[in-house]
């Protein structure tokens, strides 16, 4: 699988080319600094898996996001970021990313990011899904281990967010009510929240 990776920072760059050593599956292709060059090499080459710092290669810029999960829907898209505000979380997601962790990551944890992005899975450390569904912003001691969705899981969360009860989500589903409650617990312990009304805002916010 072809990767390329976009960070302004040199030992940021660096690092990420080190872990990706790591995987077999990967072959990188490339590197930029910057906008121009990302976008360049889409268009020149196929990159299966783009590993992108937006904030330090496109100075935020959540269009340029949006233009490439747009116009490249074929390449996955993994956030490895530093500081973000929550608002800021919320318009990655929105942009249609595939995966999102932050350089507070273990380098398991991002091998098991990529393995996911480059399937398409969505992959979320929980920094980033505390950003997504807090006020708060998260402690030095936020817990960054993964929180990853199955297809069926993303679907049941999507169905809660458009308000649907549980038996009418079993109904539509084609699943048994149990089914369903089952798989609203692994959702509540995987996102580290508990109540209906925070999976509604997770699945708004995560434009689902």
């Given at each position: 699988m072809n990767v390329f990776v976009a960070d302004g920072h040199f030992l940021s760059r660096e690092g990420v080319k080190n872990i990706l050593l790591s995987n077999q599956n990967c072959e990188l292709v490339g590197e930029a600094v910057n906008?121009?060059?990302?976008?360049k090499n889409l268009r020149s080459q196929k990159i299966d898996l783009l590993i992108i710092d937006p904030k330090s290669v496109l100075g935020f810029k959540?269009?340029?996001?949006?233009q490439i999960t747009n116009e490249?829907?074929?390449?996955?898209?993994l956030i490895i970021g530093g500081e973000y505000s929550q608002g800021d979380v919320v318009e990655i997601i929105q942009s249609g990313v595939t995966a999102f962790v932050t350089k507070h990551c273990s380098?398991?944890?991002i091998l098991k990011a990529i393995d996911f992005?480059?399937?398409?899975?969505?992959f979320f450390c929980n920094?980033?899904?505390e950003l997504m569904i807090s006020k708060n912003k998260p402690t030095e001691n936020s817990n960054c281990d993964p929180s990853v969705l199955t297809d069926?899981?993303?679907?049941?969360?999507?169905?809660i967010g458009e308000g649907l009860t549980t038996s009418k989500i079993a109904e539509k589903l084609n699943l048994s009510i149990h089914t369903i409650n089952t798989h609203r617990k692994n959702i509540s312990k995987k996102l580290q929240i508990n109540t209906p009304a925070q999976?509604?805002?997770y699945a708004v916010e995560s434009d689902l």
């Open positions: 906008k121009i060059e990302i976008l959540n269009e340029i996001l949006k490249y829907p074929f390449t996955k898209v380098k398991a944890e992005a480059m399937v398409g899975e969505k920094k980033v899904i069926r899981e993303t679907e049941i969360l999507k169905l999976m509604v805002k």
